[in-house]
């Protein structure tokens, strides 16, 4: 059984700075890409930034400058460095990846609150 586990979300000032990090535990194989989603309050989930297996990544435009995200594959983590946070990144922060050998299959976290005060 897979399973991702998130940690590093909390309170902060805005300005301030957070980490997060998404180990995966358990057999998981081949993970190809890598990445974390946002969800607010009445919100969609959005896609923040991900990361592919060659490091390759992408942003969303609202935190293109701010955030970055990075992997350590020999220990199946993945990394989101948040700085100049804003009130309006507040949200329960989800990683997942995207592994497997002749399926892919979707793996999630259980989500992490970031709540950034103004």
């Known amino acids: 059984q897979v399973q991702l586990v998130e940690s590093g979300g909390g309170l902060v000032q805005a300005g301030g700075s957070l980490r997060l990090s998404c180990a995966a535990s358990g057999r998981i194989f081949s993970i190809d890409s890598m990445g974390w989603y946002r969800q607010a309050p009445g919100n969609q989930r959005e896609l923040v930034a991900d990361?592919?297996?060659?490091?390759?990544?992408s942003y969303a435009d609202a935190v293109k400058g701010r955030f970055t995200i990075s992997r350590d594959n020999a220990k199946n983590t993945v990394y989101l460095q948040m700085n100049s946070l804003k009130p309006e990144d507040t949200a329960v922060y989800y990683c997942?990846?995207?592994?497997?050998?002749?399926?892919?299959?979707?793996?999630w976290g259980q989500g992490t609150q970031v709540t950034v005060s103004s």
């Open positions: 990361i592919t297996s060659d490091g390759a990544t």
């Open positions: 997942q990846f995207t592994a497997g050998i002749f399926r892919k299959y979707d793996y």
